[in-house]
């Protein structure tokens, strides 16, 4: 029996989002809920979304994309196989977080409400030496952070415990540049 073929790509188009003043995220998230097994998503943007392949990364997305002239981008994320895994530390900015040694801080941020895991984390790295490892479990998947870390250059790995409950963060200092 040969395989299936994939579903065809669902389009999001959130250059009127952001035409108007709005912002994409919620948009692109419930696209992303919606997709089928195997689906990817197709998005049309008025500038390449640099921050968002981190989070769709960690989503288990790979992303692949073209410029279209005049400032706008396609870019189509596509489920790779390892993103059914919920074992080890799947996705994240870094492949290498196997080798980071271990945490020299610990945060326990599932019974706060966001933003406040988020505040506390990037107030700890603050306090953190290049190299520094953070671990933090926190009750969803943080992914308003991803961007914000990327901006810091520090690097992270994460996913859900094996339940679905809880969502583990590793975060390695970068260096020690301002925000961008």
């Not at 003043?21 to 008025?46: C, D, K, S, T």
């Not at 326990?108 to 966001?114: H, R, T």
């Amino acid at each position: 029996m040969p395989p299936s073929e994939p579903p065809p790509a669902r389009e999001l188009d959130v250059r009127p989002i952001m035409h108007a003043g709005g912002e994409p995220f919620q948009a692109i998230m419930e696209a992303v809920a919606a997709l089928a097994p195997g689906q990817p998503l197709r998005l049309l943007a008025p500038f390449r979304p640099v921050p968002l392949f981190s989070v769709m990364a960690n989503r288990g997305f790979a992303a692949s994309d073209r410029a279209l002239g005049e400032g706008d981008w396609e870019v189509t994320f596509s489920p790779v196989a390892a993103a059914e895994s919920t074992e080890g530390l799947a996705f994240g900015s870094s492949p290498s977080a196997m080798f980071w040694g271990d945490p020299i801080l610990e945060l326990d941020l599932g019974d706060l409400d966001p933003p406040e895991p988020m505040v506390r984390i990037l107030e700890a790295l603050e306090e953190l030496a290049p190299g520094d490892v953070l671990f933090a479990l926190l009750a969803r998947e943080p992914l308003f952070l991803f961007p914000e870390l990327a901006k810091r250059h520090h690097e992270w790995a994460g996913n859900f415990d094996a339940a679905g409950t809880a969502f583990r963060l590793l975060i390695r200092h970068g260096d020690t540049a301002k925000p961008e």
